[in-house]
């Protein structure tokens, strides 16, 4: 991938173009034009493009009303032809004319990875004990239905894990970044359809979510299916190893996603934000008309912060509790965190099929996606759906609160409770 500019104009223009993960593979019949003043502002600059669709369409036959609703058909990447540098005068350029909603260049976000300890057995630890049983309490309702899809937006998953093979439908990896960047190790160029993971951090998430408990606590729905979406990948930063994407690129893997039919979303990752605009909106907007939950980390500093997908309204972002089961001291927190989950030294799934024990919001987040995976399987168990806003009040209603008030800065609306929360949808469903 070279260096690129997402385009939003306020009106789509006539135009066979093809989104940029088809230009990767086929490059027989590009676009080099998309609107007269910004090609005009191109070539005085001396900037040849590719122009593409920043998403592909949902179906073949064209966009849907959902994705025009949103503007999805509206947004252009445009792709250096040569390994030049974008200038920000040529932005500023563009962002003046009057048929563009807006204009920005690519930004790579990176996330910091919990650190791993690896163990081939699990120790007999009261806080590990005490979750299997609540999971195993839950079972008694469902263990997940297959119909019931999960997609992790992660650094990807090992195929050949057995807890995890049951579970894996096809994915994709859409880990493009920038060509030359040194920083950054493993597989880093090329959109494909190997999400395999090189970090462990996307394999350790999806056990919590789908584990068979062959030598660690079963997944809390490992029944249902998993759809692998590598988002990112692995740079150096300093002495250690972090999490990185390009944001564009994630928000593509966030629509592969809900055009996949996910039913919930994953994202145990999260950028920070200092300019206009919500990051991913137009696609957690998308995500929301098409009825499908997202479930987000809030984030590891443990100060008052935003860090997005999670801080947007629609998303469900997830603090994380310690072993005692009190607010853990590096959970950021916020007037935007929704509920708390068990997050330090949880046991999962790692790397060459082993398994590792790790502390973060992102283990407490697909805690959380694996209880609405279990609500939504039940419901369907019952001939019944479950929405996105019944599932949010229900988790409301049953959530553990320390004090009277409806919602802290620190836990939300309290700590999950998958026992209470399915006695709960059990009696409604009645």
Do not use: C
Not at 76 to 98: F, G, W
Not at 106 to 118: D, G, R, T, V
Not at 217 to 245: E, F, H, T
Not at 379 to 385: G, L, P
Request: net charge neutral; glycine share 8%; hydrophobic share 40%.
């Amino acid at each position: 991938m070279r260096e690129h500019l997402i385009i939003k104009l306020h009106k789509p223009v006539s135009g066979q173009f093809s989104s940029w993960q088809q230009l990767i593979h086929d490059k027989s019949s590009p676009q080099f034009s998309l609107a007269a003043d910004v090609d005009s502002i191109l070539e005085k600059n001396q900037v040849p493009v590719w122009v593409t669709h920043e998403y592909e369409k949902a179906k073949k036959s064209g966009w849907s009303p959902t994705e025009v609703k949103n503007g999805l058909n509206r947004i252009y990447r445009l792709i250096l032809r040569n390994k030049a540098s974008i200038p920000q005068s040529l932005v500023d350029q563009i962002a003046l004319l009057p048929e563009v909603e807006y204009v920005r260049k690519f930004e790579i976000a990176s996330a910091e990875l919990p650190k791993y300890e690896a163990h081939s057995v699990l120790n007999d630890q009261f806080p590990q004990r005490a979750q299997e049983k609540i999971i195993k309490e839950a079972h008694r309702f469902t263990q997940g239905h297959p119909t019931i899809k999960v997609a992790v937006l992660d650094t990807g998953i090992t195929a050949t894990h057995p807890e995890l093979r049951h579970a894996l439908l096809d994915g994709k990896d859409f880990v493009d970044i920038i060509d030359g960047q040194s920083d950054f190790v493993g597989d880093f160029l090329g959109f494909d359809n190997d999400p395999g993971d090189e970090v462990g951090h996307g394999t350790h998430v999806t056990g919590i979510i789908a584990a068979r408990g062959l030598h660690m606590p079963m997944g809390l729905s490992p029944r249902s299916k998993i759809i692998p979406v590598r988002v990112l990948g692995a740079m150096r930063k300093g002495d250690s190893v972090v999490g990185a994407g390009i944001v564009d690129n994630i928000n593509a893997g966030l629509k592969f996603a809900i055009d996949a039919k996910a039913d919930i979303i994953n994202m145990s990752l999260g950028i920070k934000h200092s300019g206009g605009g919500l990051p991913h909106k137009e696609v957690i907007d998308y995500a929301k008309d098409e009825g499908v939950t997202i479930v987000a980390a809030a984030g590891n500093d443990g100060r008052h912060q935003m860090y997005y997908p999670g801080a947007n309204p629609y998303v469900i972002a997830v603090g994380a509790l310690d072993t005692n089961g009190e607010i853990a001291p590096y959970s950021t927190y916020g007037a935007h965190i929704s509920f708390v989950a068990p997050g330090t030294t949880i046991y999962s799934t790692y790397l060459e099929n082993k398994y590792a024990y790790s502390s973060g919001t992102s283990q407490a987040a697909p805690f959380v996606t694996a209880l609405i995976a279990l609500m939504k399987s039940y419901a369907k168990k019952r001939d019944k759906a479950l929405s996105d806003s019944s599932i949010k009040k229900l988790l409301m209603l049953t959530a553990d609160r320390k004090t009277r008030k409806l919602k802290e800065m620190k836990t939300g609306f309290g700590a999950v409770n998958p026992v209470d929360a399915l006695k709960l949808l059990d009696y409604k469903l009645n």
